[in-house]
């Protein structure tokens, strides 16, 4: 087996940026040297509407495909999923999840169904409405699973999002130091539940 | 050297077209190939390709303009999926029949109905009598380099029929994942120039294109059809060859792995190859000698060359992604098995349906199919030769 293979769930709502933060992830893998697979499972999508997206990310190149069943991490963009989807199924207890939330460590342990592994929060909200102004989860919680996973340390994945940020927003360069403040600021912000 | 690239199947099918540089592209915008002739019209309206892209109203018109150009003289390319491909049915038949090397990219998903967007080989599976050339592709790499030889393939002298290449719609087409480039120029050599023998702008050479054809002559052409479909074989070597040599990736009609001293195999298509590599990995890891063939080439069919291939295994099963809803198991499945009879090959063999409108098919469950397998050679029977694979049967 691949035991350079990490795979990521993402849980979120349409609209919310959880496919294109999927898909920046699997960028900024890329860009240190390493095989990825970014995709989201498309349903019947609408904004507000529940979306799952994945990555993979390994040393070597990856074949496999089909969705992502026993992840090694979560990532959870909007809290009030915790009570329709079961954002824990399959993942591993060496693993962990990260939310956005601001809801207290018990909540979350009953909203988790007893899940033995590390639990991670952070306030995307507050960190978006800080340094962008508007609530754009999608970008902390970028810098979240990064600083979570380890994929890659956080000076070299500031890095290359500044690349990445200049690409995605060539046609709108006013947003870009928003968004590198989001996750820089997002970076700082991660707590885990003891 | 190979660009290093991070890359969708939309995306890698629409950087293969804007290489080649077509004369002509008229598409119709349908899930989930849209993206290919919407990032193709942004290298149009950029001027970095100098094709004519017409944005035409239907994918009947779409393959109707791709004749017209192709008859004329021009390079044609399209890119479709399911429904797209089924209105333009009546088309398909006639661009094959009028022996023009059109080049298309179908990503595949199930056709209607009900409505269902996904993934599934039914679109395909529809057009496979209708003179096609028909490529499939396991990964956004393999969409790409097939679309790169497709134009030698097609309009080779000894060829002259349309092509088709496959990839699986939104699980390789929305899944950006890495793939080796090639410089520009070098597939621009590659590609080579289109020089039709006979085209309708030609002046020297006034000609009819599409005229009554009936009992006299249909037969005889339909033969020459036939025949070139055969043609393709070589030509599709050659051509492989070829690219290896430019890139290092080698290219079959098939693919086989770990075949060679199996005890079972399946056969598939498309992106599940991918995942199938990995079940035999692991079931090799535990002394389980499963192999896998993954079809390339599907039409022409190289029934020969797999019955071969598949002469050291006591027992076959075949994966169809498209019910052919006959009660006698999938298309894929059929060739398999008549072109395993016909070359005195008398594995058992066995048809599974699967993954039907983008049913999501795991790597447990590839991996019961081998056990399945396992079972039949233990008691060398195929109780019930015509099953599914991930099927809910409550």
């Known amino acids: ?194 | 050297m190979s660009i290093r690239e991070r890359l969708s199947g939309n995306e890698a099918a629409a950087t293969a077209m804007k290489q080649i540089n077509p004369d002509v592209v008229a598409a119709f915008p349908i899930t989930p190939s849209t993206e290919i002739p919407q990032y193709f019209s942004t290298f149009v309206s950029n001027g970095t390709v100098d094709t004519e892209f017409v944005a035409v109203e239907s994918e009947h018109s779409a393959m109707s303009a791709c004749i017209g150009a192709e008859a004329a003289g021009a390079r044609a390319m399209t890119a479709t999926s399911a429904n797209g491909l089924s209105l333009m049915w009546e088309m398909i038949y006639i661009a094959s029949s009028l022996r023009l090397p059109i080049v298309m990219s179908l990503v595949n998903r199930a056709v209607s109905g009900p409505l269902n967007i996904h993934n599934d080989h039914s679109d395909a599976m529809g057009v496979r009598d209708s003179g096609w050339l028909m490529l499939f592709s396991e990964n956004n790499q393999e969409a790409y380099d097939n679309l790169i030889m497709a134009h030698r393939i097609a309009e080779h002298k000894d060829v002259l029929l349309p092509l088709m290449i496959c990839q699986d719609g939104f699980i390789t087409s929305h899944s950006i994942e890495n793939i080796e480039l090639i410089e520009d120029e070098n597939v621009k050599s590659f590609v080579g120039k289109y020089e039709p023998k006979h085209y309708l702008l030609n002046d020297k050479e006034p000609m009819a294109v599409g005229p009554m054809d009936l009992q006299a002559y249909l037969f005889e052409h339909k033969y020459q059809q036939a025949e070139a479909m055969k043609n393709a074989k070589k030509v599709i070597l050659e051509v492989a060859k070829d690219f290896e040599k430019m890139t290092g990736r080698k290219y079959g009609l098939f693919e086989e792995y770990k075949l060679e001293d199996a005890e079972m195999a399946i056969v598939c298509m498309n992106s599940t190859a991918g995942t199938t590599k990995d079940v035999v990995d692991h079931l090799r890891q535990k002394g389980i000698k499963a192999g896998m063939l993954k079809v390339r080439v599907y039409r022409p069919f190289p029934a020969e060359e797999i019955a071969k291939a598949l002469s050291n295994v006591k027992a076959v099963a075949v994966l169809d992604k498209s019910d052919s809803l006959n009660g006698a198991g999938g298309a894929l499945f059929e060739d398999v098995t008549s072109g395993m009879y016909i070359n005195g090959n008398t594995a058992k063999v066995v048809s599974y349906v699967y993954g039907i409108g983008g049913r999501d098919t795991t790597a447990k469950e590839i991996e019961s199919v081998y056990h399945d397998l396992e079972d039949i050679i233990k008691s060398n029977k195929v109780d019930n030769p015509y099953r599914y694979l991930g099927l809910r049967k409550e």
């Open chain 1, 1 to 194: 087996m691949d035991n350079s293979l990490v795979e990521i769930r993402w849980h979120g709502r349409g609209g919310q940026g959880a496919k294109t933060a999927s898909l920046l992830l699997a960028d900024a893998a890329f860009n240190t040297g390493k095989y990825i697979q970014g995709f989201p499972e498309y349903g019947p999508e609408r904004m507000g509407a529940p979306i799952t997206a994945y990555n993979r990310i390994s040393d070597n190149p990856i074949r496999i495909h089909s969705n992502i069943y026993e992840p090694d991490y979560v990532v959870v963009v909007d809290d009030t999923l915790l009570e329709s989807v079961d954002v824990t199924a399959g993942l591993k207890e060496t693993g962990a999840i990260v939310i956005n939330t601001t809801k207290d460590a018990k909540y979350l342990r009953d909203a988790l169904k007893g899940y033995k592994g590390k639990i991670y929060t952070i306030d995307a909200r507050k960190v978006s409405m800080e340094t962008l102004g508007k609530y754009f989860p999608n970008t902390p919680m970028l810098a979240a699973i990064v600083k979570v996973s380890g994929i890659m340390e956080d000076k070299v994945f500031l890095e290359d999002m500044q690349g990445s940020f200049k690409h995605k927003f060539a046609k709108k360069p006013e947003v870009i130091e928003g968004n590198m403040k989001a996750l820089e600021l997002a970076l700082t912000s991660i707590k885990e539940i003891s």
